[in-house]
């Protein structure tokens, strides 16, 4: 397999509230890398610098009555549904105010239809039988569970995805293949590729190359709709980037591989593209994440008791 | 020296003499060297021997027993231990019952590594010490590393005894100096206990004549002598700690002298409580003295609960200095 390059979107921004959507992100991102760089965060965290428009492309095809699976690199993912960078921030940072009140931490949240958990692989299982469960109760919702390229070692991966074709369930899997697993390109940890596995299972296959918020919406949507309605199994993978270290500090790609992923960013295309419009919208999400900072920083720790 | 160099010097030597032994897991080659970076250097010096795997734990587990069946020696590192869930099957049905289920003794050196425990804020998945469910599984040792014993001693007894062993490994002691229990205590190990790597025992003057005896393994090390330091600058109380480097199956005959003679024993570990080790330990030592106690062995461990991420919530879940501390008081009030 080759590295996968993520082919150069058009100069032209995304809408409003995507563009502001995806530097929401971003500076959430690059905020807690800073948090952790001056020791005030305290255990691991992944972000999704780079993939930030996966998430925010998806949103415009995500209904509420849908469930969504997220993974390790979720921030993005939730803050796509959300829109909550304050309860997330609080979660990860243990304040008051989390949404799972500081237990679960960056990974593991659950916040009405939005499940997340540490374990590579185990949601695909779940989200199988929240398909199967909205099947049968809310015929045209989906469950959408988004994985890493990775995350295809793992044999559950796979006894999902027969099930869920078997059984024709409205199950849509987001691959973001960014090329490597934590330290592991993808070169030296699969054989074959994501999509013949797919067709292995008679689950269709839909490889995005853009990064292209509206061109995604307008090639996913006739797809998705089967999902929905025709029940059949749909794993779209995006060839994308990680820009950042696998969690933080951990980098040992050598810099030709970091500067591809950097040439391939839409940060800097959309900044220079549209230098007046792209910088004031940065300086907005930039500046409501430091608030965000500062105000969900200064919070009493969450409460929570273990026996209750 | 730390712990994590002495572990990842007991790795090399073990690849080194032996040229039928592998390492195997995830992200475990250079220039990564593991994820807790315990593997450095040994996929540069035995390449074909040190193999970085896809996410697959169960799949690289069962591959570690194909391996054993051959007669090689594998040594599987799971990234998290929490993860050796998905080993269970791999692990309690194929490689233990391997060893005596054929009607014959099939020898399997294999060790599945596990860097466990909390204490770093990594959350529910990621923190756990599973220990307990391993414990009473034929043909499967247990064993949990230890600042007081060589990995190098303790692999190639794991190796050895050619039956599959699981290497609990608390990640917080990866970072702590070997030997090091302070300036108060002495150590030394008890001949005969806890496999030939021996029980080890941290102590003040005569390990015999304690008024407590605390039985813990590797990972409490750094808490119980925390808090015998505490107990016998504050209160004057004496501890010996016992440090079995073998956790399962435990042998308690050799401690039985020390036990008899203590006005309190306590067995302390990290996991969360129900069905834990030391309640194991605490019923093997019942049936031995139950006449001679003063009262029942305590039991010290996490709470019944998830491991929270939030720092401050850990603590509140975990076993810390202050829970062995008044748990040593509580046992010796009359
Ligand atoms: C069962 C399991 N094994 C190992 C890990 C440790 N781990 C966390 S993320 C990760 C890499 C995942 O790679 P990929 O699926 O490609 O996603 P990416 O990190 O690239 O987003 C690994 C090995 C884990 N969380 N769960």
């Known amino acids: 397999m080759t590295e996968p390059s993520v082919a150069l979107a058009g100069s032209t921004l995304p809408a409003g509230d995507d563009l502001d959507l995806l ?94 958990t540490g374990v590579q692989g185990e949601s695909l299982p779940v989200a199988t039988g929240v398909a199967l ?39 849509l899997v987001v691959v973001e293949h960014n090329g490597i697993a934590q330290s592991t390109p993808t070169t030296r940890q699969m054989s074959g590729t994501v999509r013949a596995r797919a067709q292995a299972f008679g689950a269709r296959h839909h490889g995005v190359e853009t990064s292209d918020v509206a061109a995604i919406r307008r090639e996913l949507a006739p797809l998705v709709s089967e999902v929905r309605f025709e029940g059949r199994p749909l794993v779209v993978e995006f060839a994308t980037h990680r820009l950042g270290p696998h969690s933080k500090g951990d980098d040992t790609r050598p810099p030709e591989v970091v500067r591809q992923a950097e040439a391939n960013d839409w940060y800097r295309r959309y900044a220079e593209a549209d230098p007046a419009r792209f910088g004031a919208a940065d300086r907005a999400q930039r500046e409501r994440v430091a608030a965000v900072v500062a105000e969900v920083a200064a919070r009493p720790p969450a409460g929570w008791d273990p026996c209750a | 020296m730390r712990v994590a160099e002495n572990l990842n010097a ?35 010096r035995f390449p074909d021997r040190v193999l970085g795997t896809p996410i697959s734990e169960s799949g690289i587990t069962g591959l570690a027993a194909g391996l054993a069946l051959c007669g090689d020696a594998a040594i599987v590192e799971i990234m998290f231990g929490d993860f050796v869930a998905l080993a269970f099957d791999q692990i309690v049905n194929f490689a233990a019952k391997s060893v005596s289920m054929y009607g014959s003794h099939v020898p399997m050196r294999m060790v599945v590594r596990c860097p466990s425990g909390g204490g770093r804020g990594y959350g529910p998945t990621h923190s756990q010490s599973l220990q307990k469910h391993f414990v009473g599984v034929p043909g499967l040792s247990v064993y949990e590393m230890s600042p007081l014993h060589d990995n190098r001693v303790v692999l190639e007894e794991m190796l050895a ?82 440090v079995p480097s073998r956790l399962h199956p435990f042998d308690v005959e050799p401690l039985l002298p020390s036990l008899r003679r203590a006005r309190a024993v306590l067995v302390a570990e990290e996991s969360t409580a129900g069905g834990t080790w030391g309640s194991e330990v605490a019923h093997r030592i019942h049936a031995h003295l139950w006449r001679d106690l003063r009262r029942p062995v305590t039991l010290v461990h996490s709470a019944d609960s998830v491991i929270p991420t939030a720092l401050h919530l850990e603590r509140s879940v975990l076993v810390q200095e202050s829970t062995i501390h008044d748990a040593v008081l509580e046992a010796l009030r009359d």
């Open chain 1, 23 to 116: 530097l929401l992100i971003r500076h959430f991102e690059l905020a807690l890398l800073d948090l952790f760089g001056r020791g005030e965060l305290n255990g691991t965290t992944h972000t999704c610098l780079g993939q930030e428009y996966v998430p925010v492309a998806l949103r415009g095809l995500l209904g509420e009555a849908d469930h969504v699976f997220s993974n390790h690199r979720g921030h993005g993912h939730y803050l796509a549904r959300f829109q909550d960078p304050a309860g997330l921030l609080a979660e990860i940072m243990g304040r008051e105010g989390a949404v799972c009140r500081g237990v679960g931490g960056s990974q593991h949240i659950l916040r009405d239809r939005y499940v997340s």
């Open chain 1, 133 to 171: 469960h909205l099947k049968r109760t809310s015929p045209g919702a989906l469950a959408c569970v988004f994985i890493g390229d990775g995350t295809w070692g793992e044999g559950a991966v796979y006894e999902a995805l027969n099930l869920a074709a078997l059984w024709r369930l409205p199950l």
């Open chain 2, 10 to 44: 007991a790795l090399h030597a073990v690849l080194e003499a032996d040229p039928s032994a592998y390492v195997i897991g995830e992200d475990i080659t250079d220039p990564y060297g593991g994820a807790f970076k315990i593997t450095k250097g040994l996929s540069s």
């Open chain 2, 161 to 242: 005894a050619g039956r599959p062993a699981v290497f609990f490994e608390d990640k917080v002691l990866y970072t702590r100096r070997m030997h090091d229990v302070g300036d108060l205590f002495l150590h030394d190990h008890l001949a005969g206990s806890g496999g030939t790597a021996g029980a080890a025992r941290v102590f003040l003057e005569d390990p015999e004549a304690a008024d407590c005896v605390i039985i813990a393994p590797g990972g409490m090390v750094e808490r119980a002598v925390g808090a015998m330091r505490r107990l016998l600058l504050e209160q004057e109380v004496s501890c010996t700690l016992v």
